[in-house]
């Protein structure tokens, strides 16, 4: 008898949101008596509700995540692990596999069943967690049969293709995707990607041939070339998935994609851009798990903390971020937007594009035939009672302007800036039309920041610092300096680094910097009160990274310049 109550909860919660009436309830346990059918395959079957609805009503009665199928993307590791006669006796799809932290996700509707469930942990083996996910019964079925029996690796797939003709119209069609080698092809390359880390992915055409690779932690790297007769293929696949015009192959183009690729949801952003051997494609990799990163979680010095804590603090004012592309700006934008967002503030951002939704942010992509640039999307957005604008980046003097009246009157404002430090960032600014006087008082702190590699930890090697590395790390020659070096390793891929963390200088103003600027003082005597105000350089924080042997000597000198004074 409980079994039944459990298996009615379903229909019970789905009359209690209001997608079933309790007719429908008492027809379904009637039919369910007599027939034995699970009631969630009933539910939609007699068309009283949507798979979708479904499958997110039992994810919230057990308390488990849910997925929609429609746009999974096949990983051929989580495969391997599941026999196909397994997954489709007991509607288990294998999504996603981690060899780093040995997780098995798999897509069921079987997530009650806990003998399904002790079966499958039995036939991966003790040593992996199986992270289950309810899905939809027909896209289990669905995917089983998508998935199962087609060539999925990258290896497979380009001998497939070597073997057989590419039929372009598919690519354009859609259909039955999986029949199509190069759509599984596109398909691997970006699973590979995203499994490795990587923050962007390039397809580079060259006389001959096609050269593929993926910038990991700030280094590109070449994964793949391949012959010529396949450049067309990716293309059109990839200029179809992102919305483009597959017909226009002399003009740029950008687009945007989302799939679900190892169990989440990866944003992509695409831009083509026309090159003598034909179109350059560039994905930037929207991971929103990974790219939001919680302040405590960046490795970030006792210090720094407090004061960033202490700038989150003030209740109006500019905040500015700088450095250059690729820096890490928006990821601590975001973070530091996440350490404030509540449902008791209202956070606007204006972005060129907007990269990672996040709840209760009112995200705003800048739009050209809209007419909504910088500086009218903050006119619009102060009429919209914000506490918090995030405006993303402060380009021209009209945005600069619009920014520091926001603050001015009463606004938190998180912007970007390019420059190479905090201190360059006053007399950029004066190149952008902005006065001294207006400068003062309403900058609250200047954040600069580069991303450099974090040594791998399994097989860094400890050795004494030569006389150069002591000149560049400012050290004195009494006492021995252990540092350590890159070597390389199965758990680094052998690149010796592994994972990356900021490097920041942070500039807090107060009343003597403030005066400093509103009178026009030279470089030098700010940078004399802000030292003396415990203000340390990127060099400095760098210097600290080798020290604590997070980092190498190397490593920091490829981001910044350590032979330059930084005292």
């Known amino acids: 008898m409980a079994d039944v109550r459990k ?84 509607q288990v ?92 092809l596109v398909n691997a390359l970006l699973v590979d990607a995203v499994k490795r880390g990587a923050s962007d992915v390039h397809f580079e055409p060259e006389y001959a041939f096609l050269r593929i ?71 930037r990799v929207l991971d929103r798990e990974k790219s939001i990163i919680r302040l405590e979680n960046m490795a970030l010095p006792d210090e720094t903390m407090q004061k960033l804590t202490g700038l989150l603090d003030r209740p109006e004012g500019i905040l500015i971020v700088t450095g250059p592309t690729g820096s890490g700006k928006t990821t601590t934008l975001y973070s530091l937007l996440a350490q404030i967002n509540d449902d008791t503030v209202n956070i606007m951002t204006l972005e060129d594009p907007v990269e990672y939704p ?27 009672d914000p506490d918090i604008i995030l405006v993303g ?20 404002v998180f912007t970007t800036l390019h420059t190479n430090s905090a201190l360059g960032a006053f007399p950029r600014l004066l190149d952008l039309g902005i006065r001294p006087g207006i400068m003062a008082g309403n900058i609250i702190g200047i954040i600069a920041q580069r991303l450099v590699r974090l040594v791998c930890m399994q097989c860094r090697e400890p050795y004494v610092a030569t006389l150069e590395e002591r000149r560049l790390l400012k050290l004195g020659g009494e006492v021995p300096a252990q540092i350590y070096k890159a070597v390389g390793c199965k758990a680094c891929g052998g690149k010796g680094y592994k994972g990356r963390a900021p490097i920041m200088e942070l500039l807090v103003m107060d009343g003597d910097l403030d005066e400093l600027i509103a009178r026009g003082t030279t470089p030098r005597e700010l940078r004399e009160v802000a030292n003396s105000k415990g203000y340390k350089t990127l060099a400095q924080a760098g210097i600290r990274r080798i020290l604590d042997g997070e980092s190498t000597v190397a490593e920091i000198s490829r981001v910044i310049n350590l032979s330059a004074p930084h005292d």
């Open 7 to 90: 298996r009615l909860r379903l229909g019970e919660l789905l009359v209690q949101q209001g997608l079933l009436s309790e007719d429908q309830l008492n027809i379904l346990v009637a039919e369910q008596r007599n027939t034995n059918i699970p009631i969630g395959r009933l539910i939609v079957r007699m068309g009283f509700a949507t798979e979708a609805a479904v499958r997110d009503a039992m994810a919230r009665t057990v308390g488990q995540e849910s997925i929609d199928l429609s746009h999974v993307v096949a990983d051929p590791e989580a495969l391997q692990l599941v026999p196909q006669d397994f997954a489709r006796r007991n």
């Open 93 to 184: 799809l294998p999504i996603a596999y981690s060899a780093a932290d040995a997780t098995l996700t798999v897509a069921t509707t079987a997530v009650f069943n806990v003998v399904v469930m002790d079966r499958l942990r039995a036939l991966v083996g003790a040593d992996i967690d199986v992270r289950p996910q309810i899905a939809a019964e027909a896209q289990v079925e669905e995917c089983i049969d998508r998935f199962y029996g087609y060539e999925l690796s990258v290896d497979g797939i380009l001998k497939e293709i070597e073997t057989g003709e590419i039929d372009y119209e598919s690519l354009r069609a859609g259909g039955d995707e999986y029949t199509q080698p190069m759509v599984r």
């Open 213 to 283: 690779r993926y910038r990991i932690d700030g280094v590109l790297e070449t994964v793949r070339s391949l012959h010529k007769t396949f450049t067309s293929g990716i293309t059109v696949r990839l200029k179809v998935i992102s919305g483009m015009n597959i017909a226009e192959i002399r003009a740029p183009q950008d687009g945007r994609v989302s799939l679900t690729l190892n169990g989440r949801q990866v944003d992509f952003r695409v831009s083509t851009q026309p090159t003598i051997y034909g179109e350059n494609l560039v994905l």
């Open 358 to 384: 996040l709840n209760l942010l009112r995200q705003t992509s800048v739009n050209e035939v809209a007419r909504m640039d910088f500086a009218n999307g903050i006119r619009s957005m102060m009429r919209q």
């Open 393 to 412: 980046e402060m380009r021209d003097q009209e945005t600069s302007e619009m920014a520091f009246r926001a603050a001015m009157t009463g606004h938190q």
